[in-house]
C-alpha cells in the first residue's frame, strides 16, 4: 500500500524525524486559512505548494511550485489542485490533483538520497544513501551506481551506531548535521520495521543553510499482507489513487494487476500466472493484466475474474490456464460455463486446464453449448489466445 508525503512526513514526525511540515488541503474555500496557518505556526514567509498524487515526478509535472509571498501561494493552489499531473510515473493520461500540501520553504544548503528497502538476494535489508539527493535516483544508479553506498542490516539486530555512522561518512556529513543524521538514521530504521514497510524513502533529505537536517519529500510503502496489524497505517490509505478495477478486485480477494496489452489473464497461482505472461509475450502478445484468483476458486471466483478483466476495454480475448491441484477442474469448468452464458462475453475465450478431474472437465466444456475455444497444452494455449486476439 503507497501513501501520500503529508501522510508519510506524519509517521516519521511520529518517530521524532524532522520535516518540512505544512497543511493540506482538498479544497480551494481552503486555501486562504492554510496559507495563514503555514504562516503562523511555523513562520513561513515563503511557501512550496505541493500536489499529493502517488507518483514521482511531480516538480518536473508542474505539481511542486515555490511561492515567494502569500499571493503567489494562493495563486498556486488554485492552479495545482485539480489540474491533471503527467509525470514519467503516472503515464499519459495522468493523475487528477485532489489534495495540496502547503509547506514552509526552506533555504537549503546541502541534498541527499536516503533510503531503505529489502535486498532478497541478500536476505536483508538494505540501508541507501546518496550525495545525489533531489533528482532520479534511478538514474543515478545507472549511470554512477557509486554514488549509492549500501549497508546490509543484519535480522534481529537493526541498524548499528557505526552503520549509521559510515552512511553518514559517506555523505560528507561533519559537526551537529552529522551527529542529527546517526539518530535520524536508526530512527528511520525503526519506523520501517515496526510499521512492516516494503520502503521508506527521503529524498530530498537536505541540510538547511542554518545547520538543521530536514526530510523534505517522503515515500512510504506498507507490506499489504501486515496491514491487520496496523489499522491506523490501513485508514491512510487512498482510493482515488488506485486503479478502480484493482480495488473492485481486492473485494472478491482478487490478486489483479491491470496492464497494457490485450489479452486478459486468469490464472490460479502467481507463479502459473507470471509463466502464463511469459509465454503469451514469447508468441506474440501482450498480457492486459496479472490475476491470480487463488486455490479455492469456485463459479463466483470465476464470474467476479470475468468481469474485472472485461472492465478493461483493451482486453481482446481472455485465456483462463488452470492447474487443478487444490481445487478440481470440473469445479472451474463449471464458473467457466455459468461465466460465459451470464456475462454474454463479446470477446473469444480461451481455456486451458490440467490436473485433478481434467478430463471431466473439458467434457464439460465440449457439451456446453458455450463458445469457448479448447486448448490442449500451455503452448496451444498460448498460440491460440494470440491469434484471437489479433484477429
Same mark, same amino acid.
Given at each position: 500500500?503507497?501513501?501520500?508525503?503529508?501522510?508519510?512526513?506524519?509517521?516519521?514526525k511520529?518517530? /521524532?524525524?524532522?520535516?518540512? @511540515? /505544512?497543511?493540506?488541503?482538498?479544497?480551494?474555500?481552503?486555501?486562504?486559512a492554510?496559507?495563514?496557518?503555514?504562516n503562523?505556526?511555523?513562520?513561513?514567509?515563503?511557501?512550496?505548494?505541493?500536489?499529493?498524487?502517488?507518483?514521482?515526478?511531480?516538480g518536473?509535472?508542474?505539481?511542486?511550485?515555490?511561492?515567494?509571498?502569500?499571493?503567489?501561494?494562493?495563486?498556486?493552489?488554485r492552479?495545482?489542485?485539480?489540474?491533471?499531473?503527467? $509525470?514519467?510515473?503516472?503515464?499519459?493520461?495522468?493523475?487528477?490533483?485532489?489534495?495540496?500540501?502547503v509547506?514552509?520553504?526552506l533555504?537549503?544548503?546541502q541534498?541527499?538520497y536516503?533510503?531503505?528497502?529489502?535486498?532478497?538476494t541478500?536476505?536483508?535489508? *538494505?540501508?541507501?544513501?546518496?550525495?545525489?539527493?533531489?533528482?532520479?535516483?534511478e538514474?543515478?544508479a545507472? $549511470?554512477?551506481?557509486?554514488k549509492?553506498?549500501?549497508?546490509?542490516?543484519?535480522p534481529?539486530?537493526?541498524l548499528?551506531s557505526?552503520?549509521?555512522?559510515?552512511? *553518514?561518512?559517506?555523505?560528507g556529513?561533519?559537526?551537529?548535521?552529522?551527529?542529527?543524521?546517526?539518530?535520524?538514521?536508526?530512527?528511520?530504521?525503526?519506523?520501517?520495521?515496526?510499521? @512492516?514497510?516494503?520502503?521508506?524513502?527521503?529524498?530530498?533529505?537536505?541540510? $538547511?543553510?542554518?545547520?538543521?537536517?530536514?526530510?523534505?519529500?517522503?515515500?512510504?510503502?506498507?507490506?499489504?499482507?501486515?496491514l491487520?496489524?496496523?489499522?491506523?497505517?490501513?485508514?491512510?490509505? @487512498?482510493?482515488?489513487?488506485? @486503479?478502480?478495477?484493482?480495488?473492485?478486485?481486492?473485494?472478491?480477494?482478487?490478486?489483479?494487476?491491470?496492464?497494457? /496489452?490485450?489479452v486478459?489473464?486468469?490464472?490460479?497461482?502467481?507463479?502459473?500466472?507470471?509463466?502464463?505472461?511469459?509465454?503469451?509475450?514469447?508468441?506474440?502478445?501482450?498480457?492486459?493484466?496479472?490475476?491470480?484468483?487463488?486455490?479455492?476458486?469456485?463459479v463466483? $471466483?470465476?464470474?467476479?475474474?470475468?468481469?474485472?478483466i472485461?472492465?478493461?476495454?483493451n482486453?481482446?480475448?481472455?485465456?483462463?490456464?488452470?492447474?487443478?491441484?487444490?481445487?478440481r477442474?470440473?469445479?472451474?469448468?463449471?464458473?467457466i460455463?455459468?461465466?460465459?452464458?451470464?456475462?454474454?462475453?463479446?470477446?473469444?475465450?480461451?481455456?486451458?486446464?490440467?490436473g485433478?478431474?481434467?478430463?471431466?472437465?473439458k467434457?464439460?466444456?465440449?457439451?456446453? /453449448?458455450?463458445?469457448?475455444?479448447?486448448?490442449?497444452?500451455?503452448?496451444?494455449?498460448?498460440?491460440?489466445?494470440?491469434?484471437?486476439?489479433?484477429?
Amino acid at each position: 500500500m503507497k501513501i501520500h508525503e503529508y501522510q508519510a512526513k506524519e509517521l516519521l514526525k511520529r518517530y /521524532g524525524i524532522p520535516i518540512q @511540515d /505544512g497543511v493540506t488541503i482538498v479544497d480551494p474555500a481552503q486555501a486562504d486559512a492554510a496559507v495563514d496557518q503555514v504562516n503562523k505556526e511555523l513562520g513561513a514567509g515563503q511557501y512550496v505548494i505541493k500536489a499529493q498524487v502517488h507518483a514521482g515526478g511531480r516538480g518536473k509535472g508542474g505539481g511542486v511550485k515555490f511561492s515567494t509571498d502569500r499571493a503567489s501561494a494562493l495563486e498556486n493552489i488554485r492552479n495545482i489542485l485539480g489540474m491533471t499531473l503527467v $509525470t514519467h510515473q503516472t503515464g499519459a493520461e495522468g493523475r487528477l490533483v485532489k489534495k495540496v500540501m502547503v509547506a514552509q520553504a526552506l533555504d537549503i544548503k546541502q541534498e541527499f538520497y536516503a533510503a531503505i528497502t529489502l535486498d532478497r538476494t541478500k536476505g536483508m535489508d *538494505v540501508f541507501m544513501v546518496s550525495s545525489e539527493g533531489g533528482v532520479e535516483i534511478e538514474e543515478v544508479a545507472r $549511470t554512477s551506481p557509486e554514488k549509492i553506498v549500501k549497508e546490509a542490516v543484519l535480522p534481529g539486530f537493526g541498524l548499528r551506531s557505526f552503520q549509521a555512522r559510515n552512511l *553518514v561518512l559517506a555523505l560528507g556529513l561533519e559537526g551537529e548535521a552529522a551527529r542529527q543524521a546517526v539518530g535520524m538514521f536508526q530512527k528511520l530504521y525503526t519506523l520501517y520495521r515496526e510499521l @512492516d514497510c516494503s520502503i521508506v524513502e527521503i529524498n530530498p533529505l537536505v541540510v $538547511t543553510e542554518q545547520g538543521d537536517l530536514i526530510a523534505l519529500d517522503a515515500k512510504i510503502n506498507f507490506d499489504d499482507n501486515a496491514l491487520y496489524l496496523h489499522p491506523d497505517v490501513a485508514e491512510m490509505r @487512498d482510493l482515488d489513487e488506485e @486503479d478502480p478495477a484493482e480495488v473492485e478486485a481486492g473485494k472478491y480477494n482478487l490478486n489483479y494487476i491491470k496492464l497494457d /496489452g490485450t489479452v486478459g489473464c486468469m490464472v490460479n497461482g502467481a507463479g502459473l500466472a507470471m509463466s502464463t505472461m511469459d509465454i503469451i509475450k514469447q508468441r506474440g502478445g501482450s498480457p492486459a493484466n496479472f490475476l491470480d484468483v487463488g486455490g479455492g476458486a469456485n463459479v463466483e $471466483t470465476v464470474k467476479n475474474g470475468f468481469r474485472i478483466i472485461l472492465s478493461d476495454e483493451n482486453v481482446k480475448a481472455v485465456l483462463i490456464n488452470i492447474f487443478g491441484g487444490i481445487v478440481r477442474c470440473d469445479r472451474i469448468a463449471n464458473g467457466i460455463i455459468e461465466a460465459v452464458k451470464e456475462l454474454d462475453l463479446n470477446v473469444p475465450v480461451v481455456v486451458r486446464l490440467a490436473g485433478t478431474n481434467a478430463d471431466i472437465a473439458k467434457e464439460l466444456l465440449a457439451n456446453s /453449448g458455450v463458445s469457448i475455444i479448447s486448448a490442449d497444452s500451455f503452448e496451444d494455449a498460448a498460440n491460440k489466445v494470440v491469434e484471437a486476439a489479433g484477429s
